[in-house]
């Protein structure tokens, strides 16, 4: 069984910045993947920033630019660098974690972590 851990969320003001950090732990052989995805009260959930562990990353039009996707491959950890927040980067944001493990692929998810950028 995998375990998906998110940490760093928080109330913070437009314009500023806040890191989230989420680590996979369990029966892992290989993390193939890791990301980030969010929901805001009446939204569905949307992908967020995406990477594979050979790097390659892929991030949503809404977050080009301000936020950064990378993975420590050794901790099994995922981190999101979110820079100039806006109000509508308000959401939970979950961390989703995609693998091999001893005896099966898994597809596991975090409980979330609430990020609410407010003046």
């Known amino acids: 069984q995998v375990q998906v851990v998110e940490s760093g969320g928080g109330l913070v003001q437009p314009g500023g910045s806040l890191r989230l950090s989420c680590a996979a732990s369990?029966?892992?052989?290989?993390?193939?993947?890791m990301a980030w995805y969010r929901q805001a009260p009446g939204n569905q959930r949307e992908l967020v920033a995406g990477i594979m562990s050979g790097g390659r990353t892929n991030y949503a039009d809404a977050v080009k630019g301000r936020f950064t996707i990378s993975l420590d491959n050794a901790k099994n950890t995922v981190y999101l660098q979110m820079n100039s927040l806006k109000p509508e980067d308000t959401a939970v944001y979950y961390c989703n974690a995609v693998g091999s493990s001893t005896f099966s692929r898994f597809n596991s998810w975090g409980q979330g972590t609430q990020v609410t950028v407010s003046s």
């Open positions: 369990g029966s892992i052989s290989r993390i193939l993947a």
